[in-house]
C-alpha cells in the first residue's frame, strides 16, 4: 500500500516515473475504491492535532482560577474552624461550577469543529477518470488534482502540467512575490523555496491552471513537518470577551482590596476570625461577575449556531460582534443581489439581432458567435439542453449554443485547445487557441465589448465575410442591452502565427468581431426585501461589481439602492475622483482590486463598519481588510474564503441582511445578561459590607450568598441567552462603533436595582425580627427575597426598553420553575434547613417576598417609561438615522 507520502523525495522524480510510483493512472485517476483503500490505510489528509486532553484533564483545569483559589482557601479555614456545613457548601460550589464549565467548554468545542467542517477546503480531483470535487481531508496519495486560480493547496503535488501557473508561498517560506511553477525533476539538494515542480499544502493558486498528482498528505506534506514543531495554542478570545475579562478583573481587585478592610473592620467589631474571614470571601465572590465572560461566550455561541442555520457559517468569533454594528455592506451583483442562473436572451451576429439563438438554419455569422462562446469555455456539458457545469456565465453560452442546434463535443473534438489565456479582471477577457482537422490554428476570444472591440479591426457580416467595423454603432448595441440590465459579452476570433500565442500573457491584436451575447440573471426576490430592510436600518448597501456601468445602474434601481437616481461611477472614473467624492457613490462598476482595496479603506476611514462581499482571489486583500469579509461559499474560492470572517452557504444577499440582525440580536442579549447579573453581585457585596461597617447581624450568611450565586445564574440568567429577537431590531441605527457596554441606560438600571436589593434587605430583616422571627427566620426572608427579585427583574430584562418582550422563551419559564422548586427546597426540606441555615417561611414573610418582587419588577419597568426611545434625545441611544456614508 502507498505510504503517506512518496520517497525518494518527490521533487526528484520525472513525472511519469510518479505514476507508476504511485499505482495511478495519468489519465483516468484512482479508482473510488483504491481512494477509499488508502484513506483507510494512510488516515485522512489532515494536520496531526496533538495530544488531546483527557476529559479528567479538562476537568481539572476548570479550578485553575483565582477567585477557585480563594474559594478553596476559605473552604480550608471554614473546614478547620470545625464549620463542617459551610466548608461542604463552599466544596460542593466549587464543583459544581467545575462540571458546568466542563459541559461548557466541551460543547463549544464541538459546536467549532462542526462549523469548522462547514467551510472545509475542497479539491477537484479525477477518480474513475471523471473530474469529481471532494473535501480535502479525502485526498489520497496517487490522486489527481486540477488547479486553478484561487484554490488552495490541499496536500503536496508533483505538478504534471502548468499553464502560466503561479503561486503564493508566502505562509511557507516567507516569499511574498507569487511563484511561478514548471513541471520537471530537480536536484535532491534543491531548496524548499526553489522546488517550482511541487505545489505545496497550505499554499494559493494566484494565477493560470495545471494538473497534479498528490505525493503527500497530513503529516507528510512539509506544512506538516512545520506542524509538528508548534505547540497547541489555546481557544481564541474575541474582543468582547477580553473586554469583559479585564472588567471582571478590574472590579476583582478592587473588591478584594475591599474585602481586606471588611475584615480588619469586622475584627475591631469584635466578629471571630474564621467568621470574618469567610464573611469578608464571600462578600468579594458574591460581588464579582465571575459569570459574565462564560455567559457572553454562550451567548456567542448560540448567535453563531443560529447564523449557521441561516446560511451565514461564521469562521471568526469577532465577526459576531461586529456584525450588529455593521453601517455600510458592499455587495457584489452577481450571485449576491442576483440569482447567478445566466440565460443567453439576444445574441448579436452579423448586424443582425436574434432574440432566440434557436433560429434555423443558423446564418455564418451567428454560427460563429455561438461557435466562439463554446470554444472559448471551461464549462462542461452535464446532459440535456439545460444543463451544464461550470460558472454560470459560461454554462449559459453553453446551453444557447445547444439550444442552437450545435453539438458541444463535435466541435470541441473537431478543434483541440492547444492554449489558453485565461480570463483575469485586469484583462477583461479570455482566449484560447485551437487547431482544426486540416492543421490550421484558430484564435476564440471573449470579454468586454469595451475592451475587444478596442482590439477588433474588423467584423463579420451576417453571410461571414469581413468588414470594417462600425465601432460606435456597436458601442452603443453593448449600451443598450446594459440599459436592460443584461449582461454583455462580445466575441471575436483572429489568427494565431504559433501554438503559444500569449507569450508574455499579451492580448492578442488584429480580431475579427463576431458578435454579441446579452444575458439575464434575475434579482433574487429576497435579496429585494432584504436590501429594503438594511436601508431602513440604517445601513448603506452599495454595490461593487465588473458589470458595465449601465447594467449596474439598472439593476441598483431594481434593488432601490439610492433614494432617486443611483450614482454609479465605473473603474476609470474611480481612478480619477478625489476621495471625498466617492463616499456618495451608490455603485462603483468595472472595480479594480485596488480600487476595492481603496473604497473599504475610505469607508473606514469615514467611521464606517465595512461589510464586504468577495468571491475571488483579487477580493483577498479587500476581504481581509473589511471589517467583516464575507465570502460566496458556492461561487467563491478557497482563496476568499480563506480570508473572510463569514461564508454564506447560499451566496444569497438576505442571509447577510440576516446575519447583521442575529448580530444585533447578540449584541442585546450581552447587554441584558449584564443588566440582569451585575446588581445581584453589586447588592450581595453591598449587604455584606454594610452589615460589617454598622456593626449590624449579617442580613445574609456566606453560605447562603454562594447558594444564590450558584443557582440563580445557572436557572435563570443563562435563559437570557436564548432571548429572540426583539421587535424593529433593523429598524434601529447601528451602534457607534466605539460605543462601551456600560452605558448611561445600564448604569443607571443597575444602580437602581441594586439600591433597591440592598435597602429591601436590610428593610425585611429588620421587619422580621422586630416582628418576632428568629434571625435564621429572618435571614430565610431575605435570601428568598433576592432570588424572587431577581426573578421579577428577570421578565423586566427581556427587554431593555419595552414593556413587552418580543417572541416565545421557553427557556425562561422553565428555569424560573426549576428556581422556585430549588429555592422551596432549601426552605422546606429539613436538611437542606440544616445545611443552608434556613427555616420556613410564614405567609407574612411571603407578602413581604413578593411585595419586593413587584417592586423591583415596576421600578425597573417605570424606569423604561420615563427614559424609553423618542421620549429624550440620549446619546447611547440614537434614533434612525442614515449612516455617514450615504450623507
Not at 466605539?738 to 448604569?747: E, I, R, Y
Amino acid at each position: 500500500m502507498i505510504d503517506t507520502a512518496i520517497r525518494p523525495p518527490a521533487h526528484t522524480i520525472e513525472a511519469a516515473e510518479t505514476i507508476t510510483l504511485l499505482e495511478t493512472d495519468e489519465q483516468t485517476g484512482l479508482t473510488e475504491a483504491e481512494a477509499t483503500a488508502r484513506n483507510v490505510h494512510n488516515g485522512l489528509n489532515v494536520l496531526p492535532t496533538g495530544r488531546a486532553t483527557s476529559a479528567l484533564g479538562r476537568f481539572f483545569r476548570q479550578f485553575n482560577d483565582p477567585l477557585v483559589y480563594v474559594l478553596l482557601v476559605s473552604a480550608g479555614v471554614t473546614l478547620s474552624l470545625g464549620q463542617f456545613v459551610d466548608s461542604s457548601v463552599i466544596f460542593a460550589v466549587v464543583l459544581l461550577n467545575a462540571v458546568v464549565g466542563l459541559l461548557q467548554e466541551s460543547r463549544a468545542e464541538h459546536a467549532l469543529a462542526a462549523l469548522a467542517g462547514m467551510v472545509a477546503t475542497g479539491v477537484r480531483v479525477v477518480r474513475d477518470g471523471v473530474t469529481v470535487w471532494i473535501r480535502a481531508e479525502k485526498l489520497a496519495v496517487g490522486d489527481l488534482v486540477h488547479l486553478r486560480a484561487g484554490d488552495k493547496v490541499a496536500a503536496d503535488y508533483l505538478l504534471l502540467s502548468a499553464h502560466e501557473l503561479q503561486i503564493d508561498e508566502s505562509a511557507l517560506t516567507g516569499e511574498a512575490a507569487p511563484v511561478t511553477k514548471t513541471p520537471g525533476a530537480l536536484p535532491r539538494a534543491t531548496a524548499l523555496a526553489d522546488r517550482r515542480n511541487i505545489a505545496h499544502a497550505g499554499t494559493v493558486v494566484t494565477r493560470g491552471e495545471g494538473a497534479a498528482v498528490v505525493v503527500a498528505i497530513g503529516a507528510g506534506t512539509e506544512l506538516g513537518l512545520i506542524n509538528q514543531l508548534m505547540t497547541a495554542t489555546g481557544v481564541p478570545t474575541t474582543p468582547l470577551t477580553r473586554k469583559l475579562s479585564g472588567f471582571s478583573r478590574r472590579l476583582s481587585v478592587g473588591i478584594v482590596a475591599l474585602a481586606v478592610v471588611l475584615f480588619v473592620i469586622g475584627l475591631l467589631r469584635g466578629y471571630r476570625a474564621g467568621e470574618m474571614f469567610t464573611a469578608a470571601v464571600t462578600m468579594a465572590v458574591g460581588a464579582i461577575p465571575e459569570g459574565l465572560p462564560a455567559a457572553v461566550s454562550i451567548v456567542l455561541a448560540i448567535g453563531v449556531v443560529r447564523m449557521a442555520r441561516r446560511g451565514a457559517i461564521v469562521r471568526r468569533l469577532p465577526s459576531v460582534e461586529t456584525l450588529g454594528g455593521t453601517t455600510v455592506i458592499c455587495t457584489d451583483k452577481t450571485g449576491t443581489l442576483t440569482t447567478n442562473r445566466m440565460t443567453v436572451t439576444t445574441v448579436v451576429a452579423g448586424g443582425r439581432t436574434h432574440e432566440w439563438a434557436g433560429d434555423a438554419p443558423l446564418p455564418p455569422a451567428l454560427r460563429e458567435c455561438l461557435l466562439t462562446g463554446v470554444l472559448c469555455n471551461e464549462a462542461q456539458p452535464a446532459g440535456g439542453t439545460d444543463a451544464a457545469v461550470g460558472d454560470p456565465t459560461e454554462t449559459a453560452l453553453l446551453i444557447a449554443a445547444r439550444e442552437a442546434g450545435l453539438d458541444i463535443g463535435a466541435e470541441r473534438s473537431a478543434r483541440p485547445r492547444v492554449d489558453v489565456l485565461p480570463f483575469e479582471s485586469g484583462r477583461n477577457l479570455m482566449a484560447t487557441v485551437h487547431r482544426t482537422a486540416d492543421g490550421r490554428l484558430t484564435g476564440y476570444l471573449k470579454g468586454a465589448p469595451e475592451t475587444v472591440l478596442a482590439l477588433c479591426h474588423d467584423q463579420l457580416r451576417e453571410d461571414g465575410t469581413a468588414e470594417p467595423p462600425a465601432t460606435s454603432a456597436q458601442r452603443e448595441t453593448a449600451e443598450t442591452f446594459a440599459r436592460r440590465g443584461l449582461r454583455v459579452l462580445a466575441f471575436a476570433t483572429f489568427t494565431p502565427a504559433r501554438d503559444d500565442a500569449f507569450p508574455g500573457e499579451a492580448s492578442p491584436e488584429g480580431l475579427t468581431l463576431v458578435g454579441f451575447q446579452a444575458m439575464h440573471d434575475p434579482p433574487r426576490p429576497a435579496a429585494v426585501a432584504s436590501v429594503a430592510a438594511c436601508r431602513r436600518a440604517g445601513i448603506a448597501v452599495k454595490m461593487i461589481t465588473g458589470d458595465h456601468g449601465e447594467t449596474a445602474r439598472a439593476i441598483a434601481r431594481t434593488f432601490a439602492l439610492a433614494d432617486g437616481e443611483p450614482k454609479v461611477l465605473t473603474g476609470a472614473e474611480i481612478a480619477v475622483t478625489p476621495d471625498d467624492a466617492l463616499a456618495g457613490v451608490d455603485v462603483f462598476a468595472r472595480v479594480s482590486p485596488e480600487q476595492k482595496l481603496r473604497l473599504v479603506t475610505l469607508l473606514q476611514e469615514c467611521g464606517d463598519v465595512v461589510a464586504m462581499t468577495g468571491d475571488g482571489v483579487n477580493d483577498a486583500p479587500a476581504l481581509r481588510k473589511a471589517d467583516i469579509g464575507i465570502a460566496m461559499g458556492r461561487s467563491g474560492t478557497e482563496v476568499a474564503k480563506e480570508a473572510a470572517d463569514m461564508v454564506l452557504a447560499n451566496d444569497d444577499f438576505a442571509t447577510i441582511e440576516a446575519a447583521v440582525e442575529e448580530g444585533r440580536a447578540v449584541f442585546d442579549n450581552i447587554r441584558k445578561f449584564m443588566a440582569w447579573t451585575l446588581p445581584t453581585n453589586i447588592a450581595e457585596g453591598l449587604v455584606i459590607l454594610v452589615a460589617i461597617v454598622l456593626g449590624a447581624q449579617l442580613p445574609m450568611l456566606p453560605v447562603q450568598v454562594l447558594w444564590i450565586n450558584m443557582t440563580t445564574a445557572v436557572f435563570l440568567g443563562l435563559s437570557l441567552a436564548f432571548e429572540p429577537k426583539e421587535t424593529g431590531i433593523m429598524a434601529r441605527r447601528p451602534r457607534p462603533p466605539g460605543q462601551a457596554l456600560m452605558t448611561t441606560d445600564l448604569l443607571r438600571r443597575i444602580s437602581l436595582v441594586s439600591v433597591i436589593l440592598v435597602a429591601g434587605s436590610f428593610a425585611v430583616f429588620t421587619w422580621q425580627l422586630r416582628a418576632g422571627a428568629s434571625v435564621t427566620g429572618a435571614r430565610s426572608v431575605t435570601i428568598t427575597v433576592f432570588v424572587f427579585a431577581q426573578i421579577a427583574y428577570l421578565f423586566s430584562c427581556r427587554s431593555l426598553d419595552r414593556f413587552r418582550p418580543t417572541g416565545w422563551n421557553p427557556w425562561v419559564l422553565g428555569g424560573v420553575a426549576v428556581m422556585i422548586a430549588l429555592q422551596a427546597s432549601i426552605l422546606y426540606v429539613p436538611l437542606m434547613n440544616e445545611l443552608f441555615h434556613t427555616a420556613p417561611l410564614t405567609v407574612g414573610g411571603w407578602l413581604l417576598v413578593l411585595g419586593l418582587a413587584v417592586t423591583t419588577f415596576l421600578v425597573a419597568e417605570v424606569d423604561k417609561f420615563l427614559w424609553r426611545p423618542g421620549r429624550r434625545h440620549r446619546a447611547d441611544r440614537p434614533e434612525p438615522l442614515v449612516p455617514a456614508a450615504t450623507r
